[in-house]
């Protein structure tokens, strides 16, 4: 085989031969080259790779060189975590039947199977030296000294009580980074120990120099790109049969994609809106009869995108804006603003006025000035959440600052301006000024935005609903907004200030919604006035708040005196 045959950039070697990343390489070409009882992937062909997480490198690697030079149908990759390995064999914990479901299936669509075994060490393999072998494990190994880690420690209570509604015995589902392994496994053992058999560990959002995700976006084919995706259906159906909650880990990089390119960019972006497409009614399932949350923790790159100074700093602040150990004061505080505003509505208030207010002449400064009118099904809701059939109560986002609602779709006027970045398909927008014009819809010839302009009209432009609102948000007295950060992450962010979204609505906040089965509640949200006509998630955050927004409840007709909800960041009702 000559280096020629894997493109390697020659500039790469040097007296003493490839570096370590051509060496991987040269390692995954002949794999690859073996993989049918000695014979290569074939063109088109599926693959499924199964490994230790110590063979990230090696992974990844192998998923870029099967699209790029194999021209493979879909690479479809379970990495094995080696601590969570050895804490499932010391409780006896069993896999999730729908892993072997989902290799029964990858054999009856003739993928090739490469299982890197634990017997061998592909590393030395490779001719990588100690040192380039220490370098590479290094790279993929957290990087969070033992005292932050006891900083990050979970209460792992609360987490199961107030967060998951977790009952002992139960199936647990957990979605971490990699930087999140330490918590990841503290909430694995306690689960254990309170009886469950069945614990699935999915490590996302990877380092981004090892994102699982890129590859395909980057060399995978259409039909690639436009693969079902079965065992992201099989998963959900088992977790909704086990009545798994789902604790998801949220402190993700938030630059990541920055440097795949706008095409690869779009690829990822079409690629996630087609699995989600395929497995709609699925996941409309999952998050109405499953306990979930999305619980807020650093990592070192998130943290330092934030702006924080070190990541203990960024440790520190999180047991703060999560409300570590007060998580139950702070639901029955914000429920109590939730009753009251519920009750305005109940007097007949129906629009909330959002102003922007000149912090000198305490004035409104024209920046914002929107018009928001709910249906007349609308109600607010806030943390604090119930699955439909169980009744269990669960918080599904930690930390959660806001109380919202469903806007009309047709009647917004006014105008906006973002005090924070927003993200549209994942890519970040600044500087957004909006106006809504006829049936309150954003109207295209005034959108502006400093940064990404084009990203947000190509989003606005995907359909007519995309330009109407979805959500209304309250926010005021935000430890987040005490940080003085803008962490360019959705969940923190919009959690700091009063925001409102534009895309599709929640079912939650229209009264009755959630007794019907999926397409009578779509038919009677549309009839109300809901924007619900989009693929589920197309929702984006804009936020508008900041310690000097007015929010004012009216009653629409100019009958009643507005009733001010929000002035200098507190919530004055």
Request: glycine share 6%.
């Amino acid at each position: 085989m000559q280096i020629s045959d894997l493109g390697i950039n020659k500039t790469h070697l040097g007296i003493q031969g490839l570096n370590s990343a051509d060496k991987i390489e040269v390692m995954a070409m002949r794999l690859l080259r073996q993989v049918n009882d000695g014979k290569p992937l074939k063109d088109h062909q599926r693959l499924y790779i199964k490994a230790s997480s110590d063979y990230l490198p090696l992974v990844y690697k192998l998923e870029q060189v099967a699209y790029r030079v194999f021209g493979s149908d879909f690479v479809s990759i379970r990495l094995i975590e080696p601590e969570f390995e050895k804490l499932k064999a010391k409780y006896g914990g069993k896999d999730f039947d729908y892993h072997q479901e989902f290799e029964q299936h990858m054999k009856t669509k003739g993928a090739a199977v490469l299982e890197l075994s634990n017997d061998r060490n592909y590393f030395q393999e490779a001719n990588l030296s100690p040192r380039e072998t220490n370098e590479l494990k290094a790279s993929i190994q957290s990087d969070i000294d033992e005292q932050t880690k006891k900083i990050l420690e979970l209460d792992t209570d609360e987490v199961f009580e107030t967060c998951l509604g977790y009952e002992d015995g139960d199936a647990l589902y957990i979605e971490a980074a990699r930087d999140h392994m330490h918590q990841a496994l503290q909430v694995a053992e306690a689960a254990y120990q309170k009886g469950t058999q069945k614990i699935d560990l999915k490590i996302m959002d990877e380092l981004p120099r090892y994102d699982l995700r890129k590859p395909l976006a980057l060399y995978g084919s259409e039909h690639a790109r436009n693969e079902p995706d079965f065992i992201e259906g099989a998963r959900r159906k088992e977790y909704i049969k086990e009545g798994c909650p789902r604790l998801i880990f949220d402190g993700d990089h938030p630059y990541q994609f920055d440097g795949l390119g706008p095409s690869a960019h779009q690829n990822l972006s079409r690629r996630s809106s087609f699995v989600r497409g395929q497995i709609q009614d699925i996941m409309q399932e999952a998050l109405d009869e499953l306990p979930w949350c999305i619980y807020y923790s650093p990592t070192p790159l998130s943290a330092k995108a934030a702006g924080y100074t070190g990541f203990r700093e960024a440790a520190i602040h999180a047991a703060k804006i999560t409300r570590k150990g007060e998580l139950k004061a702070h639901i029955k505080k914000m429920q109590g603003i939730r009753d009251k505003i519920n009750s305005l509505l109940e007097q007949g208030y129906n629009t909330i006025h959002y102003q922007s207010m000149d912090p000198k002449t305490r004035q409104a400064d024209g920046k914002t000035d929107l018009y928001v009118e709910l249906t007349n099904l609308s109600q607010f809701v806030c943390m604090g959440s119930e699955t439909k059939n169980s009744k269990k109560k669960y918080t599904a986002n930690v930390p959660s600052e806001e109380t919202f609602s469903t806007p009309h779709r047709a009647k917004t006027r006014g105008k906006l301006c973002a005090t924070r970045p927003a993200f549209f398909d994942g890519k970040k927008v600044d500087g957004i000024e909006l106006e809504f014009g006829e049936d309150g819809k954003v109207d295209m010839s005034k959108v502006k935005a400093s940064t990404n302009e084009d990203v947000l009209i190509n989003w606005l432009n995907d359909s007519e609903e995309a330009k109407q609102l979805g959500e209304a948000a309250l926010v005021a007295g935000s430890q987040i907004f005490d940080t003085g950060l803008i962490f360019d992450n959705v969940l923190l962010d919009e959690n700091a200030t009063c925001h409102v979204a534009l895309g599709s609505c929640h079912k939650r906040t229209i009264k009755g919604a959630l007794d019907l089965d999926a397409a009578d509640a779509k038919n009677m949200m549309r009839e109300a006035g809901c924007n619900v006509d989009l693929p589920m998630l197309k929702h984006s955050d804009i936020m508008i708040g900041d310690q000097h927004m007015k929010v004012s409840l009216e009653d629409g007709e100019g009958d009643k005196e507005a009733k001010v909800l929000i002035e200098n960041n507190q919530f004055v009702i």
